[in-house]
Structures are given as C-alpha cells and as structure tokens.
Nanobody
Framework: EVQLVESGGGLVQAGGSLRLSCAAS??????????IGWLRQAPGTEREGVSY????????HYADSVKGRFTIARDNAKNTVYLQMNSLKPEDTAVYYC??????????????????WGQGTQVTVSS
C-alpha cells in the first residue's frame, strides 16, 4: 500500500529555516512515475498548494507566496522529496502535507487530484 511520511517540521523563529522530507513507499510504479506536491493548511484557512515537482523529469512550481524562499527537490533513488524552507514567516505556520499522483502533464494538480497523502507535519513560525 502506498505510504507517504512527512518529517522535519517544528518550531522556528521568523527568518529561520526548516527542511521537510517526504519518504515514500509501497508504490505500484517506480517512484519516478509520480508527481509530488507539498500543500499546507492553517487553522481557519483552505488547504493551499505550496510547491510541486513533476515526475522523473523534475520540473518544479511554487506558489507566489513562497517563491524565492522555498525549494523543492526529489531524490528518486531514495524515494524521497524535500522542501527546503528559508526566510520563514509567521504566515507560513501550517500543517504541511506531501501528496502524490501519477501525472502526465506539467499542470500543477489541484488538491483533489492527488491520490495519496501523508499525515502531515506541523510547522510553526514565531515572530
């Protein structure tokens, strides 16, 4: 069964950095066949896409709110996707989820289009 496990969240001061990891297992196909997204949800807000990396080609996309501060990367050999978060702001506080889908286009998937989800990891940025 497909499983995604996020790690790396925690409490950090504004301006600090965190690196989130998403470890994947149990995929029917090779890990490189799956596009992976990072999404987040803060209390009282809708879930929003943060970043996305395509399948093995590795193209990346970022929400305007994090562009220039966050970097997504994947290591297909390790079945892992990372989200490096720099210059963190209090408004980045949220539960961060990784999600996966077999995806055949460069268009960023909508949340409901992902097939597999991790349990989330809490990121809290203090001011």
């Amino acid at each position: 069964e497909v499983q995604l496990v996020e790690s790396g969240g925690g409490l950090v001061q504004a301006g600090g950095s965190l690196r989130l990891s998403c470890a994947a297992s149990g995929f029917t196909f090779d890990f490189g066949d799956y596009a992976i997204g990072w999404l987040r949800q803060a209390p009282g807000t809708e879930r929003e896409g943060v970043s996305y990396t395509s399948n093995s080609e590795g193209s990346t996309h970022y929400a305007d709110s994090v562009k220039g501060r966050f970097t997504i990367a994947r290591d297909n050999a390790k079945n892992t996707v990372y989200l490096q978060m720099n210059s963190l702001k209090p408004e980045d506080t949220a539960v961060y989820y990784c999600a996966a889908v077999v995806w055949g286009t460069s268009r960023v998937p909508l949340g409901h289009e992902y097939d597999y989800w991790g349990q989330g990891t809490q990121v809290t940025v203090s001011s």
